[in-house]
């Protein structure tokens, strides 16, 4: 690890695996070391970049193309590295960034079914090497996402149609962790939140004391 850099930590999931409560435990973690923090997220992170998080969130009639969001989720992308978290590693602020470039390889590639290979195209384009230090993958089963965010026990038939997609999503980050071990540490998110808190801090401890 390069000490006069900040550390880019990603966490990555899908909706309602805890990304966002894991978010605040590592950052405190890392605060604790005595490292200054930014907190961010994507798509978003910059004022135009939020913009076009609303457009890519927002519902609407016409069909949105696969392509069409990939294209947009790396222009948000591209203006988030560029003016917000580079600047911030240079200066020695670690990021920690509430999905990053693996999100496209589960949701577009994995979730919409563009192939891997134009995403990772994108991705040379874009970030011309740059990666996460770390990224936090938080998993746990489908069934037991949704009924976490929805607070209930059990999916109805409409959110049983779009487990078969969250699938999708779970398996092509499964894939990335797979592909990137070096980079890319699976959490089981299924547990309460201390124990994922635990887990959280023994992969945090691994990486710091390299
Ligand atoms: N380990 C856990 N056990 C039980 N509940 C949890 C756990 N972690 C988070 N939660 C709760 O689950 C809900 C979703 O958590 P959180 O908002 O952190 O997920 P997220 O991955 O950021 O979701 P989203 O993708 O929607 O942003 C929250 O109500 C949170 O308090
Ligand atoms: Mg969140």
């Given at each position: 690890m390069n000490k006069s850099k900040g550390m880019f930590i990603s966490l990555e999931g899908s909706e309602g695996v805890g990304k966002t409560t894991s978010l605040k435990f590592v950052q405190n973690y890392i605060e604790s070391l005595g490292h200054k923090v930014l907190l961010t997220r994507e798509p978003g992170g910059t004022p135009m970049a939020e913009e076009l998080r609303n457009i890519l969130l927002s519902e609407r009639e016409e069909k949105v193309e696969a392509d069409t969001e990939l294209l947009l989720m790396f222009a948000a992308r591209c203006q988030h590295v560029n003016q917000v978290i580079k600047p911030a590693l240079e200066q020695g602020t670690s990021v920690i960034c509430d999905r990053f470039v693996d999100a496209s390889y589960a949701y577009?590639?994995?979730?919409?079914?563009?192939d891997f290979s134009r995403i990772q195209q994108l991705e040379e384009w874009c970030l011309d090497g740059f990666k996460p230090d770390l990224t936090l993958l938080l998993d746990m089963s489908v069934e037991e996402g949704i009924a976490r965010t929805k607070k209930r026990g059990k999916a109805d038939r409409f959110e049983t149609e779009k487990m078969a997609f969250y699938e999708k999503i779970r398996a092509a980050y499964l894939l990335r962790a797979e592909q990137n071990p070096q980079r890319m540490a699976v959490i089981d998110a299924a547990p309460d939140i201390s124990q994922v808190q635990t887990s959280l801090k023994s992969v945090l401890e691994q990486t710091y004391n390299q």
């Open positions: 577009q590639g994995g979730g919409r079914g563009l």
